[in-house]
């Protein structure tokens, strides 16, 4: 596996957009301001000495006693260079996100997850709607705020079919 | 009792044997106690003895839906519009802990008991039950049948609603 230069480069090319560069047992973080993800994001992967063309993961976290609240994380891989980069990024509550499914396609459905689970809004995604829960559902389960059995656990279940409405 | 009421008895007693011998279930397995249920099919269970091998694919060609597996919110109404299907005479055997109660899932995602949307005739518990829990759960279920009384159930459904 190639030394990930990714930190130094991204240092170098956009100053203003790194907060903090992290290693630990040979795996890269790096955090990156919100404002400035999709600069570095299309950087990563047409830059020809990273060339970052397939992103793995995307995680939201909810950190519910930290300001900003939410982080995402970026999993990157390189089949070129066969070297992986984490990238994360807060948001805080409330607040927006740049979507990244135009420079990776992977992007879009999991954005949609992070938007079903956390409430974290993707701008100018092309179809940001629930994906793992039912689309009448009320709340994102994964915010810590969310209990556990839901807000109507105790109520018995209605369901409605379409035909009987 | 009148000729007539006995023979209205007797003949009721025909129809229960022959339905409680032929009790098709629709295939529909949600989670792992689906495997358990697939098993029960095997040479080693047989269901065929008891008449149930005959999973059926369409349920408008079924009797009985054994809800095998945990039922999520989101199969919820395509579970109950697959029951609409089925033509009456139908029955339901919640199969395992998921479609008893909830089971382990409690959770805002997991429907806690199938008899929320569906009647159940036959609950068997279990995480998953072992196929002779199914087996004795249709055994129970044919139980069940044998002793229903006449004019319970119509001897014909028409899918329009017009029972005759």
Not at chain 1, 135 to 151: A, N, S, T, W, Y
Request: hydrophobic share 40%.
């Amino acid at each position: 596996m190639a030394k990930c230069m990714a930190g130094d480069l991204l240092k170098e090319t956009f100053p203003e957009a790194v907060r903090d560069i992290e290693e630990f047992r040979r795996e890269t973080s790096i955090t990156v301001d919100a404002d400035h993800v999709r600069e570095v994001m299309t950087f990563l992967k047409e830059n020809e000495k990273l060339c970052y063309d397939l992103l793995l993961d995307l995680a939201g976290v909810d950190f519910d006693n930290r300001s900003p609240r939410f982080m995402i994380a970026y999993l990157l891989h390189s089949t070129k260079f066969n070297n992986k980069l984490r990238i994360k990024t807060t948001v805080a509550e409330g607040a927006s996100l740049d979507t990244v499914s135009d420079i990776w396609l992977a992007a879009d459905w999991m954005e949609r997850e992070v938007y079903d689970m956390l409430g974290i809004i993707f701008n100018n995604h092309p179809n940001l709607k629930r994906i793992l829960l039912p689309e009448d559902f009320i709340g994102h389960p994964l915010r810590k705020d969310f209990p556990v059995k839901g807000r109507d656990f105790d109520q018995p279940l209605q369901v409605c079919l379409e035909e009987e409405r | 009792m009148g000729v007539e009421a006995a023979a209205a008895a007797s003949l009721q007693e025909v129809i229960n044997w022959a339905r409680k011998n032929s009790i098709w279930p629709v295939t529909f397995g949600l989670a792992c106690c689906a495997l358990e249920m697939m098993v029960a099919s095997s040479s080693t269970y047989d269901i065929a003895r008891f008449g149930s091998e005959v999973f059926r694919p369409s349920p408008r060609q079924a009797d009985l839906m054994i809800v095998a597996g945990t039922v999520t919110r989101k199969m919820a109404p395509m579970l109950k519009r697959i029951y609409e299907q089925m033509p009456e005479p139908k029955w339901v055997i919640a199969y395992g802990a998921c479609a008893c109660s909830g089971g382990i899932f409690q959770t805002y995602n997991v429907v806690q008991g199938v008899d929320q949307i569906i009647p159940v005739d036959v609950y068997v518990p279990g995480c998953p039950p072992r196929p002779e829990g199914l087996l004795k759960g249709i055994i129970t279920l044919q139980e069940k049948i044998a002793a229903e009384p006449a004019g319970q159930r119509n001897l014909v459904s028409l899918p329009w609603g017009n029972n005759g």
